[in-house]
């Protein structure tokens, strides 16, 4: 029985933290010790460890292990500048502000003087274990839009890399796989970090799910074919009238399945929810180093842009609500007008 992912993240000794570095797969599996915030840091910027959920997660736990080594010598203060740090690190997914403003929240109910370290560990633990519910319960909404024989087709990875659980976009798949049906994959390779090839393929496949992966600019045509039962995607962050920010490119396939009529859903957790903001255009959107468009293939990369040619690198875009048939949530399945349940 082939078996699904290892967690990517873990508490280690020594308030360390275990972090799986995502931007070695699928070639290696190497795990890396953090044991210093700035560390926590870079490993965001860098999305060797990633997705809006677990960047929160690794965030907070970060924040706590910090606390924690300090002893007697943790403050509030400390707390705060620790987060107003990592919260700079990746300006979209509003899950990682979220989490972080719930460890302030916390820090500030500790009596001055007391120990910071135990309160910041239990919320961080929290909130891990609440989204590891969150993405349980996604699955059990998603389940009956991935019936047997369906294939789905993703964007990015938001599945159990992404998250403290079983992710958002393929939670519903793989309750599906595990409810004895077959089902499958097709997985945008996702340009330019290629987290659909990379990631998705790579935890589908360790879990026996059949995966196929697609160049980007393929995913209109395989709409058209007409064997996409569905379109599930994660988020970053989803405004109040319901617009969602996902991995550059979502939108394109948001398009391309409203004109071929496939369906088009958003799975997300609450913490994605983000009532402050009103609608897409008030999403920051995450501009990234040209070198991820001008030097193809991470480390081992080559140039395949002339250094003359300017680069655009957005990170995420905006799909508009009028483009999403549902948000698959830890609420159950919504429409945009039933997005007020999650207040
Ligand atoms: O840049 P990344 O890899 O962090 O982007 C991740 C995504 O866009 C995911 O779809 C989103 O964070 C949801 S993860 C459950």
Redesign the pocket.
Same mark, same amino acid.
């Given at each position: 029985m082939p078996s699904g992912p290892p967690p990517p993240i873990a508490w280690a000794p020594d308030h360390q933290i275990r972090l799986l570095d995502q931007t070695l797969l699928p070639g290696e599996e190497r795990y890396i010790l953090l044991d210093h915030i700035e560390q926590m840091a870079e490993a965001i910027s860098l999305?060797r460890v990633? +997705?809006?959920?677990?960047?929160g997660i690794a965030a907070a736990m970060g924040v706590a292990s910090a606390a924690r080594r300090l002893g007697a010598a943790a403050t509030r203060h400390g707390v705060d500048y620790d987060c107003r740090m990592l919260r700079a690190t990746?300006p979209t997914?509003v899950n990682l502000a979220w989490a972080l403003g719930r460890m302030q929240s916390r820090a500030a109910t500790v009596a001055e003087g007391l120990p910071l370290g135990e309160s910041m560990v239990a919320e961080a633990q929290a909130i891990w274990d609440e989204d590891r519910l969150m993405c349980d319960r996604i699955g059990d909404a998603g389940l009956p839009l991935v019936p047997e024989g369906a294939t789905v087709l993703t964007?990015?990875?938001?599945?159990a890399l992404?998250?403290g659980g079983i +992710?958002?976009?393929l939670a519903p798949v793989y309750r599906a796989h595990a409810a004895g049906r077959k089902v499958q994959v097709v997985a945008d390779e996702t340009r330019p970090?290629l987290?659909g090839s990379r990631l998705t393929a790579w935890e589908l496949t360790r879990a026996g799910i059949p995966t196929t992966v697609i160049a980007d600019g393929m995913a209109a045509s395989r709409l058209r074919l007409g064997d996409i039962a569905c379109v599930i995607?994660?988020?970053?962050r989803i405004a109040a009238n319901g617009d969602v920010a996902?991995?550059i490119g979502?939108y394109g396939v948001a398009l391309a399945a409203q004109a071929h009529g496939v369906p088009f859903y958003v799975a997300?957790p609450r913490s994605?929810f983000d009532s402050a903001t009103p609608d897409g255009a008030a999403i920051p959107i995450e501009e990234r180093h040209p070198d991820e468009i001008r030097r193809h293939g991470g480390a081992a990369a080559r140039q395949t842009t002339p250094p003359e040619a300017a680069v655009w690198n957005p990170?995420?875009d905006v799909t508009p609500a009028a483009l999403i048939r549902g948000y698959i949530t830890d609420a159950g399945l919504l429409t945009r007008m039933e997005l007020h349940r999650l207040a």
């Open positions: 999305l990633r +997705g809006a959920p677990l960047i990746r997914a964007h990015c990875n938001a599945g992404a998250t +992710g958002t976009a970090l987290q995607v994660g988020a970053d996902n991995k979502t997300a994605t990170a995420f």
